[in-house]
Structures are given as C-alpha cells and as structure tokens.
C-alpha cells in the first residue's frame, strides 16, 4: 500500500508491466573534461634550432639533424672542454715545480745576476 505518487521519470525511460526499466535515447551524462593522452618525446632544452629550421621552412630533416646533433656537440664540447682544463691545471703544476727546484737549487753567482737583471729593467723601463 504505497500512498505516495510515482516518481517522475525523465523523458525516454519506460517502465514495462513486468516491472524491468529500459531506457531509451538517453544523453550522455557529462562525466568531465576529456583528458587525451599523447606520448611526447624527451627533447633538449633548446629548441632554437628546430624554431629556425621550422619558421624559415627547412624542413624535418633540418629538424631531425638538430634533435640529433644538438645534445651530441654539447657533449663534444664538454668533453674537450674538461680535458683542456686538466692540461691548465698539469701545466701549473709542473711550471710551480720547476721555479721550486730552480730556485732551491740556485746558487748565490745565480742571485746576483737576478738583481743585476732586476737594475737593467727598472733602468730602461
């Protein structure tokens, strides 16, 4: 014994004797913002190149070539750069060794000449 009226159906939902519900033609319930997944390839930091290449209308090869070349000459370049600091840094050394044996070996003829030398340059300077 059920007193209260019938709920109200939206529009397209039928009700059949047996008691099933069917529905028909329903719009789809907004769920939310679509979020699409794209897989994006890790690129360098610095896209100029690409930019260039893209605005001036080169190419994808120009494009490619950059992606490529690009992290590969800043390796180069680091490399080189690293063994040529370890060059400056060997030659220091080995120039600070010299002037300490040079100098703990000379003698005292050695450090007259020195201050001779040292006179003829403030002379002439």
Known sequence: ???LPEPARPSGIVQLPDGH???ENLPATYTGPQVVHQHIHQAPPD???Q???LG???GAGAVAAGVYFG???VGA???IAANIAMLAVLALVLGWCVHTVVKSVGSPDAASAVKN???ARRRSG
Do not use: E, Q
């Open 77 to 79: 370049l680091t490399a």
């Open 56 to 58: 001036s209308g080169v």
């Open 21 to 23: 519900v069917y529905a």
């Open 1 to 3: 014994m059920n007193h």
């Open 47 to 49: 896209k100029t190149v």
């Open 51 to 53: 930019r260039i290449a």
């Open 117 to 119: 030398v040292r006179k």
């Open 71 to 73: 992290p590969l000459l």
